[in-house]
């Protein structure tokens, strides 16, 4: 194998403004701070990777992200970026936790190596073309009238699955909002509902009673993430299937909420796993 070695990384802060604010239970996002990273080698190749922390949710910050994307990349220097292992065991040595600037050098990594492949990157994963892919776009927490009128606008944009924004204490408002968003919508088209551990135990388990007859796929992270002992009561009793999402940030805690009994299913996001490299290690 020839040898290739990283000759620059760039660390680009960025600042988008989003067109409307975006609200879950815990707070608005008016601005999409994202911090992209973009490993350049010996080939004249370069990847590009990209986080967007969330300080409640990742614990870290873009002015975090930044600096120690600086040092990351001053320890890579010179090395060879297809052996993305070595790398992200680096960085697991360097810092604790910090998934989401991990997960912009694990993209990026991996965007170069397959292109130092002549391969595209599904291919480079071993994957193929036959799957269908598609994404829902998501409702945020707002009063249920303006939360109904733009799942229709979304509707009739042609997004095949609508996320909705709930976690609001108290039942009645989450309820009302997604009885209003139902009977706008109609009765097929598939929704979720994501909390955002907005609720207690209670709320969550009135809630999804209450929502019991909506068609509701799955609800996301109805309680606190750290609150094992409540997600398994709810998963047990639950009508609606429940989703991990902020409590699994890692292989280790996927496997804690399976011996748990604490969920249906998993969302895995690069940004809280720290990468692609990290899951094929994992075995349940």
Request: with cysteine; aromatic share 6%; glycine share 6%.
């Amino acid at each position: 194998m020839k040898p290739v070695k990283i000759t620059q990384i760039d660390i680009i802060p960025v600042q988008i403004q989003l067109h409307e604010p975006f609200v879950i239970s815990k707070g608005a996002l008016t601005h999409a701070r994202n911090t992209i990273v973009r490993i350049h080698c010996s080939e004249g190749l370069y990847g590009v990777g990209e986080c967007c922390p969330y300080r409640s949710i990742h614990g870290e910050t873009q002015a975090g992200t930044v600096a120690f994307a600086k040092d990351l990349a001053e320890a890579l220097l010179g090395a060879d970026p297809r052996h993305i292992h070595r790398h992200v065991a680096l960085m697991d040595r360097m810092i604790v936790g910090n998934a989401s600037v991990k997960g912009a050098f694990d993209m990026a990594l991996y965007d170069l190596s397959a292109k130092l492949s002549e391969l595209p990157l599904y291919k480079y994963l071993h994957g193929d073309r036959v799957k269908a892919i598609y994404t829902d776009n998501t409702v945020s927490l707002l009063d249920k009238e303006k939360m109904a009128e733009k799942a229709v606008k979304f509707q009739e944009m042609g997004f095949p699955v609508l996320k909705i924004k709930l976690g609001e204490r108290g039942v009645t408002k989450d309820v009302a909002r997604m009885e209003l968003i139902r009977a706008s919508v109609g009765p097929d088209l598939p929704l979720r509902i994501d909390a955002n551990q907005g609720w207690n135990y209670l709320d969550a388990l009135r809630s999804l009673e209450a929502m019991k007859d909506l068609n509701i796929e799955h609800c996301e992270e109805p309680v606190q993430a750290g609150n094992t002992e409540d997600q398994a009561r709810l998963t047990a009793h639950s009508p609606i299937p429940l989703m991990a999402d902020e409590s699994v940030f890692s292989p280790r805690d996927a496997s804690r909420i399976v011996s748990c009994q604490a969920a249906h299913l998993f969302n895995i996001k690069l940004g809280k796993s720290g990468g692609i490299c990290t899951w094929p290690r994992c075995r349940f």
